[in-house]
């Protein structure tokens, strides 16, 4: 009995240890396991160690081009008011079907550059002067132009931050887009919603709840050196500078992007997912 008792005991110590590897490596830092990433769909596959491991975000919806770009119709293209980007709907990284996301301005819109409009890299993108803000609605659709309804839809905006040169100012002057220079970016987000933010975000997004709209504003200030690269692999600083809305049983979402007086333009980026959840 003793000697079956070691044996049994011996196998639950190894049991234990191959649990234990398996969690280091699944809980790795993602920096470690970007280095060996390869992109499938809005699933990562990494290699550690001679073994496949799998990054997920749950369910998305990945913008995968660009069909009409006339936001605010300001162009470049004629036609129809709006942005519409083809987009595949994922779950866990096994595909939906595919939908078309549009995106209109309800209230004026000025482009810094319209045909930059729609898509950079793998992110949405709108983008504005400083100083302009617009009330943008996004709705889902069938691909033959339907209104579709989702039941859990997820925005990720990234990168809230403002220019070098801000001074400090309270929430009346942020709202008050004549004072200050600091092309401090917010948004707005309209209808029930929950959001997501990391812990260290109070010190780089500001969240003011109001009746029927959340606002979300940048408080740091940040470069080009330090945007985010890729919808789900984000360093921690770009995840504290971001935040995710998720709306149930929707089929339209209205938000509204601005900044406070500055130079040069602001540019939204966005996606499909919550870039906080990704695992």
């Known amino acids: 009995r003793l000697a079956v008792a070691s044996v049994a005991l011996a196998a639950l110590l190894g049991l234990a240890a191959a649990v234990a590897?398996?969690?280091?490596?699944?809980t790795a830092p993602g920096r470690d396991l970007a280095a060996h990433g390869r992109t499938v769909g809005l699933s990562k596959i990494f290699a550690r160690g001679g073994v496949n491991y799998t990054m997920h975000c749950?369910?998305?919806?990945?913008?995968?081009?660009?069909?009409?770009?006339?936001?605010?119709?300001?162009?470049?293209?004629?036609?129809?008011e709006g942005i519409v980007w083809l987009a595949e709907e994922m779950h866990d990284g096994d595909s939906r079907g595919t939908l078309h996301i549009e995106a209109h301005a309800q209230s004026k819109y000025k482009p810094f550059h319209a045909?930059?409009?729609?898509?950079?890299?793998?992110?949405?993108?709108i983008n504005m002067p400083?100083?302009?803000?617009?009330?943008?609605k996004f709705q889902f659709k069938?691909?033959?132009?339907?209104?579709?309804?989702?039941?859990?839809?997820?925005?990720?905006?990234?990168?809230?931050d403002q220019a070098k040169k801000s001074t400090s100012l309270s929430l009346h002057d942020i709202l008050d887009r004549g004072k200050g220079h600091s092309g401090r970016e917010y948004i707005r987000?309209?209808?029930?919603?929950?959001?997501?933010?990391?812990?260290?975000?109070?010190?780089q997004v500001r969240v003011v709840h109001h009746d029927d709209h959340t606002l979300y504003m940048s408080t740091q200030v940040g470069t080009g050196r330090d945007n985010p690269t890729d919808p789900e692999h984000l360093t921690d600083l770009q995840k504290h500078r971001s935040v995710a809305f998720t709306y149930k049983n929707v089929k339209e979402v209205t938000v509204e992007l601005g900044s406070t007086d500055g130079a040069a333009f602001r540019g939204f980026e966005f996606a499909l997912l919550n870039a906080m959840n990704c695992r």
């Open 21 to 26: 590897v398996a969690v280091a490596l699944w």
């Open 58 to 80: 749950g369910r998305t919806f990945e913008l995968k081009k660009v069909l009409h770009n006339n936001l605010g119709d300001k162009g470049p293209d004629h036609g129809r």
């Open 115 to 125: 045909e930059k409009n729609g898509m950079h890299g793998s992110f949405g993108m």
């Open 130 to 136: 400083t100083g302009e803000e617009v009330r943008i």
């Open 142 to 160: 069938n691909t033959d132009g339907g209104l579709r309804s989702v039941d859990e839809a997820v925005f990720t905006f990234y990168d809230l």
């Open 189 to 203: 987000a309209y209808g029930s919603h929950t959001h997501y933010t990391t812990l260290a975000s109070q010190t």
